[in-house]
């Protein structure tokens, strides 16, 4: 209990060191930096996600889901549960999809293997200096220990295939919510909620999700 409690008093006092509006990249508030600097030490995240893929053509969106897990080591995983099963590996050799009966193989470059390759692991790494690289960073804290992080891509104007903007809330120390929108003709929205943080990966996990046995 007193552990808990420290460790909510620490994360209360760099937010309550913070002001209170927004910040750009140009100009982070105090404490942000320890924020992602606590992030990063977490070696490993799991995630449940939820997926909806808007079509011109279509009237009703197709919607996907499934668990997403990432470790420093062994690269961002997406495991699709419905409406069928697939796991997606992002490494830092390439995209790889892994379908039910078969051997993982190099997803081709398109824009949904580009978005994989670049937004996932950017958002993850929680490196400010990676974001301002890519993106207008704002961030805002309030008086309790909520905060909110916006990255807005520096896209070129009408590029089909890129995220439009990137959203992460949490509290303290934890982040607890993504939500990922790219709103051109093709939209996609993504959730990425449940999130926690494994001690270890148990070998089905391993294997199954990184596909240790196949690719390593």
């Not at 961002?76 to 193989?105: F, H, N, Q, T």
């Not at 993850?124 to 804290?141: H, I, S, Y």
């Not at 990425?192 to 070998?203: F, M, R, V």
Request: charged content about 30%; overall charge negative; aromatic content about 8%.
């Amino acid at each position: 209990m007193e552990g808990r409690m420290m460790k909510r008093l620490r994360a209360i006092c760099i937010l309550l060191s913070l002001p209170m509006a927004g910040a750009t990249a140009d100009k982070e508030p105090r404490g942000l930096e320890s924020l992602l600097g606590a992030l990063q030490e977490k070696q490993r995240v799991e995630a449940v996600f939820s997926e909806q893929r808007h079509n011109p053509v279509r009237r009703v969106p197709s919607r996907f889901s499934g668990v997403l897990r990432h470790d420093h080591s062994h690269g961002l995983s997406l495991a699709y549960e419905s409406p069928r099963e697939s796991v997606i590996l992002i490494r830092g050799d390439g995209v790889w999809r892994k379908r039910p009966g078969r051997g993982p193989e190099a997803m081709p470059a398109s824009g949904q293997s580009d978005f994989l390759s670049t937004a996932l692991p950017a958002i993850f790494a929680f490196d400010l200096p990676r974001w301002k690289e890519a993106f207008d960073v704002t961030f805002e804290a309030t008086a309790e220990d909520a905060w909110t992080i916006e990255l807005t891509p520096r896209s070129e104007p009408g590029s089909e295939d890129l995220v439009r903007l990137i959203e992460l809330d949490g509290s303290g120390f934890e982040l607890e919510r993504i939500h990922i929108r790219r709103p051109n003709r093709s939209r996609i929205e993504i959730y990425i909620e449940s999130i926690y943080h494994p001690e270890t990966w148990d070998s089905a996990t391993l294997r199954e999700a990184f596909f240790t046995e196949d690719l390593e």
